[in-house]
């Protein structure tokens, strides 16, 4: 990333494949150890809750149906 002096912030431009992407951001010292709890914080012992989606396509149909669904938590 670059810092922008108009705009006062750091920027970077990319092309990524469309999906889900988890980024984080980090700093070094000197002597370039990382330390990612710096800005993000700890999260170690965050709860997360998913839901799965099941879908089928019966052969000849040109739509999907929801067979089944469950949200879990971790």
């Known amino acids: 990333m ?3 002096t108009e705009q006062h ?4 431009s990319l092309l ?3 999906g889900h992407y988890d980024y984080l951001y980090v700093t070094s010292d000197s002597e370039n150890r990382y330390d990612p ?4 914080g700890s999260y170690f012992d965050t709860g997360n809750d998913y ?3 099941i879908y089928y396509r019966p ?7 929801v067979i ?3 949200t879990f938590g971790s």
């Open 2 to 4: 670059k810092y922008n």
């Open 9 to 12: 912030q750091y920027e970077k």
């Open 16 to 18: 990524l494949k469309q």
């Open 37 to 40: 709890v710096q800005l993000e």
């Open 51 to 53: 839901t799965a989606i």
């Open 59 to 65: 052969p000849g149909s040109n739509r999907d149906r």
């Open 68 to 70: 089944g669904l469950r």
